[in-house]
């Protein structure tokens, strides 16, 4: 099967399986052996059906657009050009509707075939409407939104719904995090954020609002993996806020310390020597024990 049947076919069948519209085909194949059905299959579905798909190829374009231009303007149908070679971005230059002109279930299939080009506006329009129907099509067009995300008006819930829906990675979540005022974290957002501290290291300030807001027992990660945000005085002011075992390295002049030998601080211990915090890390037993470096 060419590129055309494929496409037809898959639309079909997704327009099958999600709306509950009768639905009529013209099958331009049949221009060489039966150019007469051809003709009345055309008439049928503009006369029958108010949003029309069209399938064809350059050569096909040049025939049925003049056609359908008419039938969008005189019998006010939507057309909706699927592209074959290329993408929809290519052809589409404007859109000239109101997204609250159509149902839902049709929009979901306009974004998901990218029939709607990226705007701000619609992206505003989109997310009055429908949760889903805002995040579908920020995932369809998510480098744009990006590109874009100064005015795309996002507050502390849109952010949250951005990261729920795994569409970003951290890097990506770090520069979305970045458009909400930091006073506006919460201890919901915080927590989302951990699970992104081990990939990305966020700016001081909002490192710093999130540190805030944990609980104590989510601190000890957030701090371990956003150790770079600090510098060494920095660090040693948040050991202070620790439980007591951490209290050790709440100063910095040279003295011993000893902390329990389990997973976590054998990692602490060994990050703090590489970041110069710390001058030696040595197990014995249950303990790791060694000096802190004196500030200089």
């Known amino acids: ?19 509950d519209w009768e639905i009529y085909i013209a099958n331009t194949q049949n221009k060489s052996t039966n150019p007469i059905k051809l003709l ?4 049928l579905v503009i006369m029958c059906c108010k949003d029309i798909f069209i399938l064809v190829s350059q050569n096909g374009a040049k025939f049925y657009f003049p056609i ?14 699927d592209v074959i070679g290329g993408s929809p971005e290519d ?11 159509f149902e839902e279930d049709r929009l979901y299939l306009m974004v998901q075939k990218k029939y709607i080009p990226f705007s701000a506006d619609i992206l505003k329009e989109l997310k009055e409407m429908s949760q889903q ?36 990675s951290g890097k990506e979540v770090k520069n979305i995090l970045e458009e909400i ?58 050991f202070a806020q620790l439980e007591a075992t951490y209290h050790q390295f ?22 703090l020597k590489r970041r110069g915090f710390l001058t030696s890390v040595n197990y014995k037993g249950k303990w790791i024990e060694g000096y802190v470096k004196k500030a200089v």
């Open 1 to 19: 099967m060419d590129g055309q049947t494929v496409k037809t076919k898959i639309l079909y069948e997704e327009l099958s399986k999600n709306t």
């Open 40 to 43: 009345f299959q055309t008439i």
């Open 68 to 81: 359908l231009y008419y039938a969008s303007k005189i019998l006010k149908r939507r057309i909706y050009h």
């Open 91 to 101: 052809y589409i230059q404007s859109f000239d509707y109101q997204c609250n002109e």
């Open 133 to 168: 129907l805002w995040l579908n099509y920020i995932k369809n067009y998510k480098e744009k939104f990006l590109d874009d995300l100064a005015v795309s008006e996002i507050d502390l819930d849109d952010v949250k719904s951005l990261i729920r829906s795994d569409i970003f």
């Open 181 to 238: 005022d930091v006073t506006k974290i919460d201890v919901e957002l915080s927590k989302m954020l951990l699970a992104f501290s081990e990939e990305v290291i966020f700016e001081k300030t909002y490192v710093e609002a999130v540190w805030e807001e944990l609980p104590e027992e989510n601190r000890y990660r957030w701090l371990y993996n956003q150790m770079d945000a600090y510098n060494l005085d920095e660090l040693a002011e948040h």
């Open 250 to 271: 709440a100063q910095r002049t040279q003295h011993k310390y000893k902390v329990h030998n389990n997973e976590f601080n054998m990692q602490l211990c060994e990050k």
